[in-house]
């Protein structure tokens, strides 16, 4: 069985789906590994070191997706590419099947089984696999670092012959994977850091962290089944923004991460809130590839209202692209090792396993995902 890596399209992105540690161990299951030329350039891996590990480096693109049994990219395909593909074949990325109607609708069409990285369940078995985490908690590290970058105040404390230096006031919204991993990292930086969450089953996990937790009453709140985040209703958000508005206006730096799979991100940050942050605060949106968590944030760009940055960079694991890779394939590599069948050699794709039940999206010609087959 092939398996098939191109380099990514996405403006922007500068991790690959596969490092050459991975090639070794899936070469070592029986699948033969291409890779496109150049594919881990942006993350410190040379082509000499695909073939090192057993890839053979393929400098055709488009024959390369043509005849692969199993396609792996971070980033969903183009329309285009879709319709390249062999009939039958396996594709794996996030495809961002709740937000990509049409693509999912073309996968199906084509008669490609896709798997969505995003859909794998928050299950103990399926830890290993759990892109979404291992992607947030680079998030979150990422988020604070940037946000040291554009702050003109250091972290922490610092008493000097000149005077008193106080630490820097910190605030994560959403504790999370990403918010716990910004708590974490903030206060190694030596910042004074609050947290809030709607979950108040996290308030115990902030704190172990070192962070204060911030309360703030809405109303009955909970999670998902997979861990996440329930949305908030229209009062409640309103509650929460009020509640808000006095911890971002004395803070140095605020870092939002709220997301609701599936849906737009709720804007948490409105315009007056912005306005009574003081001049030279910065705000971090990990929230902005889907719609964004602060009223007026712009993807990919650092704008100043009113003296505050409001920071839009997408794909913040991109920002450490050698670890973000290594992760990104650890979990693809743990997913095709499952589902690997020994004795013919092959993925086999059995939608009966509560994992694959979850993540895959399309396969034999048709959308297998109830909720994405209303959705689409």
């Not at 299951?29 to 695909?50: F, Q, R």
């Not at 404390?157 to 005077?163: D, H, R």
């Amino acid at each position: 069985m092939t398996v098939a890596v191109p380099k990514e399209t996405h403006v922007g992105e500068t991790r690959t789906a596969l490092v050459p540690e991975h090639v070794a161990k899936l070469v070592a299951l029986g699948a033969k590994i291409e890779v496109e030329s150049g594919l881990g350039l942006s993350c410190g891996h040379s082509d000499i070191d695909y073939t090192r590990a057993g890839a053979a480096v393929r400098a055709d693109r488009a024959a390369m997706l043509a005849a692969a049994d199993v396609i792996l990219q971070v980033r969903k395909p183009t329309l285009d590419e879709v319709s390249a593909l062999r009939e039958g074949a396996v594709f794996i990325a996030l495809l961002d099947p709740f937000q990509s109607p049409e693509l999912i609708r073309a996968l199906a069409a084509r008669n490609v089984s896709a798997i969505s990285m995003e859909m794998v369940p928050r299950s103990t078995r399926a830890q290993k696999m759990d892109v979404l985490s291992s992607q947030a908690s680079l998030a979150g590290y990422a988020a604070v670092i940037v946000a040291a970058g554009q702050s003109g105040k250091i972290f922490p404390m610092m008493m000097t012959p000149a005077g008193t230096i106080k630490p820097v006031k910190v605030f994560i919204i959403g504790a999370g994977v990403a918010g716990l991993q910004a708590i974490a990292t903030a206060k190694r930086l030596g910042a004074k850091v609050e947290a809030f969450d709607t979950r108040p089953v996290v308030e115990e996990q902030v704190k172990s962290l070192g962070a204060k937790f911030v309360k703030i009453d809405v109303g009955e709140t909970g999670q998902t089944e997979g861990g996440y985040a329930k949305a908030l209703t229209d009062d409640q958000l309103k509650l929460q923004r009020e509640g808000m508005a006095r911890v971002c206006a004395e803070s140095d730096i605020v870092i939002t991460t709220a997301q609701v799979f599936g849906r737009r991100a709720p804007v948490l940050l409105t315009s007056e809130m912005l306005d009574a942050m003081k001049p030279g605060s910065v705000v971090v949106d990990l929230a902005v590839e889907s719609g964004g968590n602060v009223e007026g944030v712009v993807a990919d760009q650092i704008i100043e209202r009113k003296g505050v940055k409001i920071v839009g960079i997408a794909s913040l694991p991109g920002r450490v692209p050698v670890h973000a890779s290594q992760m990104y394939s650890s979990n693809v590599t743990a997913l095709l090792t499952e589902f690997w069948d020994k004795e013919t050699q092959a993925l086999k794709l059995n939608l009966d396993d509560d994992i694959l039940k979850s993540c895959v999206v399309t396969h034999g010609g048709r959308i297998v995902n109830d909720k994405l087959a209303t959705a689409t």
